[in-house]
């Protein structure tokens, strides 16, 4: 393998001397990416894993630092094939690690294999162990007591094809009506090295860690299952997931880490990985929607996909202090980086260093103009795709400042049923009902329903009403018989609720 680099800014011609030459073993890489059904006849792009070796035994890895990145062995090269404009995964590795969260440098090449041009690839680093990477503590076959066996560990969950893992199941289902568990799988220590003791002290720490999230009071400030995690993590993740619309997130593709305890010791949520059918690239689970969460998407559409989004969220989302922290850094990073100005700077400048290596691409692969799966928006050129890109962006953030002002309310001290309003008929058999209610004058009024554990049923919602009475229909007629709150909030800011019996 040969890297051609002459620094930042420089051209490279494959007829210089590379800048590194070095053994190295090359897999396939992926789940979904490796299926026929994902490429277009004739257009097969697939996605690569490279370990640099010392020599061609492949015995031994060797770490180099390649394209300004910090050394180590393993990388990713991310073929880009359904995201034409090659931003997706960029802009949200970007964000990620503005936000603070562990996530992988990445950086646009060109690839050549066997002389043959293979387009434009991302070259991204792997997820593992180690300090350049997960920088958790080293946890060797020895250290099976004590603060010892406490970490580090690296936990994914994720779709099971690939390189075999050590793994367990929740002792709870996920989402509201499924009967699947999420399957947690443990990457490092790796598989055939970790011992009995190691796998039992994190089965444990979770499965511990997921009892008490469940049957605690969510409110108790005193409750212990913040102990056991790091809620700025998760907090952060969460931002990450939601601004992005990644539909696989929370669910596939999702990481966390643990170091020993005398390090601190928590569950944190990361590194980021995966996001090229985020940024409303998907045809499914409302992918392409800017308004709607994705932590409860799935349950409301999909209740029984195999892969569900782990019960946490839902849970976190009944806590007023996690709303608050969500609220509280939501404002945080709207006011530094997070906001369309310097979004959409750092797509003009990657897409001003990708003009002609994408004009090389594109013609090695005329994908422009085709519906890749699962794309929902086809653009016949690439501004097309960038512009749509970026309106979908600002569409989001503009339906998220609105529920992140919702979570920031005061929501334990409501208003409950006014004279003013009223929903009817209340109970409602068929599950449709009539909201009645009236403004002083015109407003913004934002509303949703949870159910009876306070899990969203109805994701937050905008409306413009004029001065007052007004009238709006909801239905919950494809949801069970029971007890569900409607809340809602004007622009004056006082927060109302409502019960209503299906």
């Known amino acids: 393998m040969e890297i051609f680099d002459n620094g930042p800014g420089q051209l490279n011609q494959v007829s210089s001397t590379p800048s590194i030459s070095t053994v190295a073993g090359v897999e396939y890489r992926g789940s979904t990416s490796q299926a026929d059904f994902y490429f277009l006849p004739g257009l097969v792009k697939k996605p690569y894993g490279i370990e640099l070796w010392t020599d061609t035994t492949g015995v031994k890895a060797k770490k180099l630092s390649l394209v300004q990145m910090p050394e180590e062995s393993d990388w990713v090269l991310n073929a880009s094939y359904n995201d034409r404009s090659f931003m997706r995964d960029f802009i949200a590795q970007n964000v990620a690690g503005r936000l603070g969260l562990l996530h992988s440098e990445a950086k646009f090449v060109e690839l050549i294999i066997n002389d043959e041009y293979r387009g434009v690839y991302i070259l991204m680093e792997k997820v593992k162990q180690g300090k350049n990477r997960v920088p958790i503590s080293d946890l060797y076959p020895t250290e099976n007591a004590g603060d010892d066996v406490t970490g580090g560990y690296l936990l994914k969950i994720d779709k099971t094809s690939g390189s075999p893992s050590t793994s367990w199941k929740s002792n709870y289902t996920s989402g509201i009506s499924a009967t699947q568990k999420c399957e947690f799988q443990i990457e490092y220590p790796q598989y055939g090295i970790i011992t009995q003791q190691q796998l039992i002290y994190i089965r444990d720490y979770i499965n511990n860690w997921e009892k008490k999230l469940m049957t605690e009071d969510m409110n108790d400030p005193k409750a212990s299952f913040r102990d056991y995690m790091d809620v700025s993590s998760f907090v952060n993740y969460f931002i990450l997931n939601e601004v992005t619309r990644n539909v696989d997130g929370y669910r596939l593709s999702t990481y966390l ?35 709607g969460f994705v932590y409860n998407t799935i349950e409301n559409l999909e209740k029984n996909n195999y892969w569900q989004v782990p019960f946490w969220w839902n849970k976190f989302i009944q806590d007023a202090s996690f709303r608050k922290a969500l609220a509280t850094r939501w404002k945080s990073v709207r006011s530094s980086f997070l906001n369309t100005n310097t979004l959409f700077a750092t797509i003009d400048s990657a897409q001003v260093a990708l003009k002609d290596p994408l004009i090389r691409n594109f013609q090695k692969y005329p994908l422009m103009g085709k519906k890749i799966w699962p794309n929902y928006y086809v653009g016949a050129t690439l501004s097309d795709e960038v512009n749509w890109l970026k309106n979908w962006i600002q569409g989001r953030l503009v339906w998220l400042d609105a529920q992140m002002a919702v979570f920031d309310s005061p929501i334990l001290a409501i208003s409950n049923e006014t004279s003013s309003s009223v929903v009817y008929p209340n109970p409602s058999t068929t599950g449709i009902f009539q909201w009645k209610f009236s403004l002083d004058k015109p407003s913004l009024v934002t509303y949703s329903i949870s159910d009876a554990m306070g899990r969203l049923v109805l994701s937050p919602k905008n409306a413009n009403f004029e001065s007052g009475e007004q009238i709006q229909s909801l239905d919950l007629s494809a949801f069970p018989a029971g007890t569900y709150l409607l809340s809602w909030k004007t622009e004056d800011g006082a927060v109302q609720q409502i019960k209503i019996l299906r």
């Open 257 to 291: 880490y643990k170091d020993k305890e005398s390090l601190g010791g928590k569950i944190k949520m990361g590194p980021a990985w995966d996001f090229n059918i985020s940024f409303g690239n998907a045809d499914y689970l409302n992918g392409w929607k800017t308004d």
